[in-house]
């Protein structure tokens, strides 16, 4: 039985080691840059055109890979094509916009973030007059 023990200990604690890195591995898959809020608010009905969009995401952009762009109804790009990321915050991705006439519009989000992994989406908003 004096063999035996250090066995056991050992056993317990790859036993944990294993766990350990199944829950940090899927809090990790969690970790993904999605979309937190956005301006205007996704969904929403502005009165006027908004000088720009701009999105908060849940984790830093690489800003070589992600874009921002915004269409019309007809699918044209109408936005200033100037998609930038906020160099104060990393997290947030911003694109100006000309004055906007009335109307529906969606935004097409496609980010790389720090952690290598590539997540898109899609949100829509309404200019009334
Ligand atoms: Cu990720």
Request: aromatic share 10%.
């Amino acid at each position: 039985m004096a063999v035996a023990k250090p066995t056991i200990v050992l056993g317990a604690w790859l036993a944990l080691a294993f766990l350990a890195s199944v829950v940090l591995g899927s809090a990790g898959a969690f970790a993904h840059a999605f979309l937190d809020h956005a301006v205007p608010l996704v969904g929403s009905t502005v009165h006027g055109s908004p000088g720009e969009v701009k999105v908060w995401f849940t984790q830093e952009l690489e800003p070589a890979f992600s874009s921002l762009r915004v269409v019309d109804q007809n699918g044209a790009q109408v936005d200033r094509q100037n998609n930038a990321i906020d160099p104060g915050d990393r997290a947030v991705m911003k694109v100006s916009l000309p004055s906007l006439p009335p109307g529906k519009y969606k935004v097409f989000w496609h980010v790389l973030s720090v952690d290598t992994h590539t997540t898109e989406g899609t949100f829509s908003f309404e200019v009334v007059p």
